[in-house]
Every structure is written in structure tokens, then in C-alpha cells.
């Protein structure tokens, strides 16, 4: 529906019980929709802090500290998702993602191929495919420079 509406509706919701865990996880999740990832981050912690349990609400935090560039705390939600959850394809496809963004190629691939190992034709194993091809393709160019230099190096 109407995200204007919805919100109105959940503040009401709020005004009788502000700590009303489901109205926070929706303005959570409206906030990271909107691409408000501040927002949704801050409302994310909120949620955990009343279900501190909830996956779902780890793997969205998550979302959003990946977006805000908070790589560390990304790859902890994720890692604490797959811990509890070894079959969640988007979890592990988001620390694979997480770990290519941090650098850590070579521990990127692990989530990956468990990604496609879950269910080869789903849409997060082609992604986990292609990301673990443009890694196959860096990981060449780098040792063909590294050939190249070599040469270089040595006079």
C-alpha cells in the first residue's frame, strides 16, 4: 500500500505502545526501502534489542549496515544468520558479497559455492555464479601482471 498511510498507522500504533516490536521492524523495513538506511539501521537495533533472537531482523540489519558501509558489522549479521540458519541462500550470497567488498576474496568463495550447492537454478545461485567468475577472472589478471612485473622487477 501507500507507504504515507502506513506509516501513519504504525505512529498510532506507537503512540498506545512505543515499543511495540512489530510496528518498529515495519518502520524499519519502510525506512530501508525508501533507501533511509540511517534510519532503518537505527530502527533495526531497536528490533533486536526487544527480539534479540530474530534472524530476520539480523539479516535485514545487516542490509543496511552493508549499504551504510559498515562492512565489519554487515558480515557479522550474516555470519550470525548462516550460523543458525545453514540453509538461508540470501544470507550466505550477502557474506559472500560482504567479503568481496572487505577484500577477502579467497573466504568469499566458500558462502558462494554454498549458495549454488543449496539450489543450483534459484536466481541467488546465478548471482553467486557470477560473482564467483568475476573473482576467477581478477584472480588471473592480477597473476598475469604479477608475471609480467616480474620480468621487471628482477633487472
Same mark, same amino acid.
Given at each position: 500500500?501507500?507507504?504515507?498511510?502506513?506509516?501513519? &498507522? /504504525?505512529?498510532?500504533?506507537?503512540?498506545?505502545?512505543?515499543?511495540?516490536?512489530?510496528?518498529?521492524?515495519?518502520?524499519?523495513?519502510? $525506512?530501508?526501502? *525508501?533507501?533511509?538506511?540511517?534510519?532503518?539501521?537505527? *530502527?533495526? *537495533?531497536? =528490533?533486536?534489542?526487544? +527480539?534479540?533472537?530474530?534472524?530476520?531482523?539480523?539479516?535485514?540489519? %545487516?542490509?543496511?549496515?552493508?549499504?551504510? %558501509?559498515?562492512?565489519?558489522?554487515?558480515?557479522? &549479521?550474516?555470519? +550470525?544468520? =548462516?550460523?543458525?540458519?545453514?540453509?538461508?541462500?540470501?544470507?550466505?550470497?550477502?557474506?559472500? *558479497?560482504?567479503?568481496?567488498?572487505?577484500?577477502?576474496?579467497? /573466504?568469499? /568463495?566458500?558462502?558462494?559455492?554454498?549458495?549454488?550447492?543449496?539450489?543450483? =537454478?534459484?536466481?541467488?545461485?546465478?548471482?553467486?555464479?557470477?560473482?564467483?567468475?568475476?573473482?576467477?577472472?581478477?584472480?588471473?589478471?592480477?597473476?598475469?601482471?604479477?608475471?609480467? $612485473?616480474?620480468?621487471?622487477?628482477?633487472?
Amino acid at each position: 500500500g501507500d507507504p504515507r498511510r502506513e506509516r501513519a &498507522c /504504525i505512529a498510532r500504533v506507537m503512540l498506545v505502545d512505543p515499543e511495540h516490536d512489530g510496528a518498529l521492524a515495519r518502520l524499519a523495513e519502510l $525506512a530501508h526501502d *525508501q533507501g533511509r538506511y540511517d534510519e532503518a539501521h537505527r *530502527q533495526f *537495533q531497536r =528490533v533486536l534489542l526487544l +527480539r534479540p533472537g530474530n534472524l530476520e531482523i539480523v539479516f535485514r540489519l %545487516g542490509l543496511a549496515a552493508r549499504r551504510l %558501509g559498515r562492512l565489519t558489522q554487515a558480515r557479522e &549479521c550474516f555470519e +550470525r544468520v =548462516v550460523a543458525r540458519r545453514p540453509r538461508a541462500r540470501r544470507a550466505y550470497l550477502e557474506l559472500g *558479497q560482504t567479503l568481496i567488498a572487505l577484500g577477502e576474496d579467497r /573466504i568469499a /568463495i566458500e558462502p558462494l559455492e554454498r549458495v549454488i550447492w543449496l539450489d543450483p =537454478v534459484s536466481e541467488e545461485a546465478k548471482v553467486a555464479d557470477y560473482e564467483i567468475e568475476t573473482l576467477k577472472r581478477r584472480d588471473r589478471a592480477l597473476r598475469l601482471v604479477r608475471s609480467v $612485473a616480474s620480468p621487471a622487477l628482477a633487472m
